[in-house]
């Protein structure tokens, strides 16, 4: 049977639309959570559904004042802003517009949750819990692309770690989850495109040859929601199999690898 580690507490999945913020979402409810979507986009997730633009200060905040009117307090913030961009490449060849729409959208919208929930967390018996998301890459090194995609979650990293030490005695953990490759529906497209033989390339790389499945995202995100993680805040919870501390081979032919 399911723990329900998190039974009657206000869960807020803040971008909860797509496979990572649904599986967050259906988690937290089995655990006996009473969840909040919100997304910019019309959607059914959550006890309560809402819409608001996650970058947009005067919609986030009356978000947070709807649920604090609605329950009382917050117990659980899920911020999962994050989407890659397309245009998003190198430092040297991405345009400002870019960079700043990626900003915008993960550590703009990260910091604007955060800043409008904190006010109605820390009220219940037990500690209020922000989980960002953020991403292996944000403390690796870069060859190629998404240079503002990991910048930005570098951000969210230092946001969590600087809220989590500041909130520490006002009964309120802040962590950052460190996200390797989940596999969703966008993920698995774009291997699919890549091809068996680049795909399997790819997969070298990483220790378990495996991407990671959105019910150990979901398990790994409730633990850090649940008193099971009391102790554990201002930290960077890796979530990635292994990849940041694996030898990285050259990417060459087989031939000559």
């Given at each position: ?95 400002l517009e870019t960079w700043n729409r990626v ?92 091809g068996p033989e680049q795909a399997e390339r ?50 060459l032919p087989p031939r000559q690898r």
């Amino acid at each position: 049977m399911q723990e329900r580690r998190l039974e009657g507490r206000v869960c807020v999945v803040a971008g909860a639309m797509g496979d990572m913020g649904e599986a967050v979402a259906r988690r937290f409810a089995d655990e006996g959570g009473i969840v909040v979507g919100i997304d910019r986009r019309p959607h059914a997730v959550g006890e309560l559904s809402l819409m608001a633009d996650l970058t947009d200060e005067d919609a986030v905040a009356a978000a947070y004042a709807s649920v604090a009117e609605g329950f009382g307090r917050l117990d659980v913030l899920y911020n999962n802003a994050g989407p890659l961009d397309p245009d998003d490449h190198s430092a040297l060849d991405t345009t400002l517009e870019t960079w700043n729409r990626v900003m915008a959208l993960i550590l703009t919208a990260t910091w604007l949750s955060c800043k409008h929930a904190i006010p109605h967390m820390g009220k219940g018996a037990s500690a209020g819990s922000i989980i960002n998301t953020a991403s292996f890459l944000a403390g690796m090194g870069a060859a190629t692309g998404q240079m503002a995609f990991n910048a930005a979650k570098a951000g969210v990293e230092q946001l969590s770690r600087d809220l989590g030490v500041h909130l520490a005695r006002r009964n309120i953990r802040v962590n950052a989850l460190a996200i390797g490759p989940i596999e969703t529906r966008q993920i698995k497209a774009t291997f699919e495109r890549l091809g068996p033989e680049q795909a399997e390339r790819r997969f070298t790389h990483m220790p378990m040859g495996r991407f990671g499945t959105l019910a150990e995202l979901a398990a790994t995100a409730a633990y850090l929601a649940s008193d099971d993680a009391g102790f554990v805040t201002a930290a960077s919870f890796p979530l990635n199999g292994g990849i940041p501390g694996a030898f990285t081979v050259p990417d060459l032919p087989p031939r000559q690898r």
